[in-house]
């Protein structure tokens, strides 16, 4: 099979049921790429205000370093943890997606990644915005000394990228969506190459009876072949 071929031989955008996966071409795919931006993007928003997003300013109680709004910074940590199992989860499925047989089965898993992502996009806009709007608010008596300045920049930035990249997911999605909605697709090669052609029975017009149909049934390897039964044409 030609690796160029590798992504539209088979129904949404993957090889036919049960074709083996070169993990150097999947890792190569630009989806593939995208899901792992996505992955450190989203590892770098949680981290980012879970290890510095609170500080404690003269009492032991924290507060967030987002002009003190604890929604903002349970957000962001939300948005991030989710998006950062929600890679983990589709990229396993891009893996495996050549093994999945059923035809419906591939279009729930491609109509649910468009959803997911579609929506992912729009959550991180909203963290792009919420967090820089209350970073923008935050005076310096609040944070002395810039604590958590680095953390929250970081959060506020790859949030913006998150935007981009799960976006381009979504486009990505929407086009193995397309591409498996073609029939012709699958019922002109995909379906030839797993259904053999067999002649079909005529009525033979000259003595009034049926013809057998041919037998299909193959002997065993590493056997003798018999004769198989030839066909009769018949004489008018």
Not at 46 to 75: H, T
């Amino acid at each position: 099979m030609e690796p160029a071929k590798m992504d539209g031989v088979g129904s949404f955008g993957a090889g036919r049921a049960g074709s083996t996966v070169d993990p150097i071409s999947f890792a190569k795919q630009p989806q593939t790429i995208l899901r792992a931006l996505s992955w450190i993007f989203s590892l770098v928003v949680f981290a980012s205000i879970v290890n510095e997003g609170y500080v404690n300013i003269g009492s032991e109680r924290l507060y967030c370093i987002f002009n003190k709004n604890a929604d903002a910074c349970n957000y962001g940590v939300f948005v991030g943890l989710v998006g950062l199992l929600a890679c983990s989860f589709f990229l396993l499925l891009d893996y495996k997606f050549s093994s999945i047989s059923s035809v419906k089965d591939r279009k729930k898993a491609v109509m649910l990644e468009i959803g997911f992502s579609g929506f992912w996009a729009f959550l991180y806009f909203v963290s792009f915005c919420f967090l820089a709007n209350q970073w923008s608010r935050t005076t310096t008596d609040e944070l002395p000394l810039n604590q958590g300045a680095d953390a929250a920049r970081a959060a506020i930035a790859f949030s913006f990228f998150s935007i981009i990249t799960w976006a381009g997911l979504t486009v990505r999605a929407v086009q193995k969506y397309l591409l498996g909605t073609d029939m012709t697709l699958f019922t002109s090669e995909h379906l030839e190459s797993a259904v053999p052609t067999q002649p079909c029975p005529s009525n033979s017009p000259g003595g009034g009876g049926t013809t057998e149909p041919t037998e299909t049934y193959q002997n065993p390897p590493f056997t003798e072949n018999n004769a198989a039964p030839t066909y009769q044409v018949p004489i008018y």
